[in-house]
């Protein structure tokens, strides 16, 4: 463990001058000492102690309204903590989501843009010119080198930046938004990162769902909303999916044909199969084998359109990826046993632990079918891999990150 | 054990006068005295001891040319035996084959009218008309219950009914040919049944093989032969499917999209779930599912066109089946014990032993595709059945059947 003096710079040329240099120490890359440029922290954070291991740094890239949203809440369900109440008494409007374990920021926050800048200039939100990745940068790479941040917060409710928040470094950070994986400083600090890829088809008919039926838009709206994002999506958004991790794909069904109604879901898990470190794809049955499996039969009985499974190698954007797919919707909680126990190199820690954690949280959207499963599976690994980092760092559950002892 | 006179009688009224009665016991049906009504044995054919059980007797339907002296080289090469050389040397047409525990009888030793008498009434040897089935069924009667018979011979090389020849119980009966599940009363003797079904693309392929290139017959009279046949194979032979315990299905392969070289083979093994003592059907990876399974990919490679199985439950004649399906060929051994590593419920005694066998019989036809890999599989449930039979009679291996110990 390190004790560090940590002091912002006004300046890259700036020469901090040490009240007590014999408590500073400048070791390894994780306890650098570092000096934020931009972020409007006071010059003398405090005195703090920092194990050398930062958050296990997580990317979740996907457009809006694509189920981020609950797929953030099965992660911190699985961490077991609960959302800390009182982060946000300063500002309502904050996007940060932060449990005992997880901080989920949204990448939204670095908007460079207010909404009504983003109009005059004819920029959208997807654009890179409409958000700030050098902060984005510098502020992931504080945290996860152990440091806290004061980072901006775009205001949905009103389009504008509103004043920074303090954010400390957690054991799990999870950078939620549209562009995680696009700058190759951000995507270099994440340890696992994600793609939600849903379907043109599968988006307007949520899209309908949450902004006709839920916010009052019209349908031509919508459509004209969908199609004025369409250019800087194709561009800007989906290039990321290459990068990740693990890609969701949320497609129609195949079980049904011709289906126009869009809710049963055919969800592919696109998982690589190597480069992430302490991350294992998902099987079912045999490793390596293509295999497509309906347990509906004999031993298990389901409604139309039943359930099918698939897994196999495939190539992805020139990488070597495991892909496991489900269709179709579960009936009733033997189903999703009965699935749970024929899948190989889940990360749980007993069995049916991802039935538990699909039941626990059972209101959440999508938990009859692939997407709610899928998070749940994804979850898991997550938890997996950040114990497998805690582990190498030799500390334990409970100490992942340094927490902050101000000096005031 | 119990000691018996056996003897002939003349009619199925006469009264038998014993030598000696205090040795002559009428007790549990394996030990009834029998009486041959129409077995050209002589009167009193000796004095033997009997154990109880009687040989476990297995029915192989098929056509002619559709692979039976193959599967019956695999079945006796898994129990062991060596051919017996100088069983036949009596008639060296004899159909019998005999080894230390197996016994194939050829049911066209049945044959009631010779191949000029089917001629002149216009019958063909698939007709029930051109077959004894009384006689039939008291043979396997009589040998299933531990007495030797002496069974005809219908000579195919000239096409004539021979002398009949003695044939002892032993420990597997196997009756193959065309109608061994015709008949309700042969049918309830048997423990195990298999119905060879090859479909009509692939036996017509295979036919032009045999009886052009290796018999010298023309592609006209091939068909003509074919054609012939037709009905009587459809009234009499292919109804027997439904009772058969499996049913093997060779068909022409899906590999290659519209496949007329018939090389690649598309077989399937179509296996009741009940209604057959001391058999369980052969899954891969969970019972009752539907899968497929392409174990080529990652950790294996095959040459095109690959090898797909295919398993799961089905319904057939109003059965509740389990249908295991191989496409495709086998390039090299490692393919082959890889996919037998995935079986479940085979009846193997160590692990590669299909592979083992399949190794040690690669000269046989169909050693590289399902049809040799089935009848292997097959050939390990017989033996295993077996096993379980001798087990339940409370004999060894060694000693299933008694051993006839001749008066003279």
Redesign the interface.
């Known amino acids: 463990m390190t004790i560090s003096m940590v002091f912002r710079a006004n300046s890259i040329n700036h020469t901090p001058s040490f009240p007590n240099p014999t408590k500073t120490h400048f070791l390894s890359p994780q306890n650098l000492l570092h000096f934020y440029k931009k972020t409007p922290l006071k010059n003398h954070i405090g005195e703090f102690s920092c194990s050398s291991p930062g958050p296990v740094v997580v990317g979740l890239a996907a457009d809006s309204g694509c189920g981020k949203t609950t797929f953030m809440k099965r992660l911190t369900s699985v961490f077991g903590g609960a959302p800390k109440a009182d982060h946000n008494h300063q500002n309502p409007d904050s996007n940060t989501l932060i449990t005992d374990t997880t901080t989920v920021i949204c990448l939204d926050d670095y908007h460079l843009l207010d909404r009504k800048e983003r109009k005059e200039k004819g920029v959208t939100a997807l654009h890179p010119r409409a958000n700030n990745f050098d902060l984005m940068f510098e502020q992931i790479e504080a945290l996860k080198h152990g440091f806290p941040i004061e980072k901006p917060i775009y205001n949905h409710a009103t389009g504008l930046l509103d004043p920074p928040e303090l954010i400390h470094p957690p054991k799990i950070l999870v950078l939620e938004g549209l562009h995680p994986l696009y700058d190759s400083r951000v995507r270099d600090l994440l340890d696992f990162s994600i793609y939600l890829d849903i379907s043109n088809e599968v988006k307007f008919s949520w899209k309908i769902q949450r902004d006709m039926a839920e916010r009052g838009h019209s349908l031509e709206s919508v459509r004209a909303s969908i199609k004025a994002r369409k250019s800087d999506f194709d561009a800007y958004i989906e290039p990321q999916k290459q990068y990740a991790s693990v890609v969701m794909e949320v497609l129609p069904t195949q079980l049904i044909p011709d289906d126009t109604e869009r809710k049963v879901l055919r969800v592919r898990l696109i998982m690589k199969?190597s480069g992430v470190k302490n991350f294992q794809p998902i099987y079912?049955?045999?490793?390596?084998?293509?295999?497509?499996?309906?347990?509906?039969?004999?031993?298990?009985t389901c409604s139309y359109p039943g359930i099918k499974f698939f897994c196999?190698?495939e190539a992805y954007f020139e990488n070597?990826v495991t892909v496991l797919e489900m269709d179709g919707e579960f009936d009733k909680l033997e189903e999703l046993v009965y699935v749970e126990g024929?899948l190989c190199n889940v990360s749980t820690k007993f069995y049916g632990e991802v039935t538990q954690q699909m039941l626990k949280n059972c209101d959440f959207e999508g938990s009859n079918n692939g997407t709610g499963f899928f998070q749940t599976l994804i979850a898991l690994k997550i938890r997996d891999l950040y114990e497998q980092v805690a582990m190498s760092n030799g500390v334990g559950d409970g100490v992942g990150v340094g927490s902050l002892a101000s000096t005031k």
Request: charged share 25%; hydrophobic share 25%; proline share 9%.
């Open positions: 199969e079912i049955f045999d490793e390596g084998s293509t295999i497509s499996w309906v347990p509906c039969g004999r031993k298990l196999g190698p070597e024929h």
